[in-house]
């Protein structure tokens, strides 16, 4: 199962597919949350900012704080925040 390298999202559970490159065809890399026509969505963020902005998202969807902090512990090792 592959996860969206920006946010950690499997990319099975993203209603639309994935993101978009610029020429329409499906990301298998990114989640349409974060990645639109070859671009990321948030693009000035650093990553602990969006992290922080992942773990609101998920308690706003009724995910209990800690586990939204669990499922955002990864991000900084995905290949959108590598350096």
Same mark, same amino acid.
């Given at each position: 199962?592959? =996860? ?5 999202? $499997?990319? =099975?559970?993203? $209603? ?8 329409g065809t ?9 990645? /639109?026509?070859? /671009?990321f969505i ?14 609101? /998202? ?5 995910? $209990?704080?800690?586990? /939204? ?6 991000? $900084? ?7």
């Amino acid at each position: 199962m592959a =996860n969206c390298q920006s946010c950690g999202m $499997p990319l =099975n559970k993203d $209603p639309k597919g994935g993101g978009t490159e610029t020429d329409g065809t499906k990301s298998t890399t990114y989640c349409s949350l974060c990645y /639109a026509d070859g /671009a990321f969505i948030y693009q000035d963020v650093t990553v602990e900012e969006f992290q922080a902005y992942c773990v609101e /998202a998920l308690k706003q969807k009724g995910v $209990p704080s800690i586990m /939204a902090w669990l499922f955002t512990r990864g991000i $900084p090792k995905l290949e959108r925040w590598k350096s």
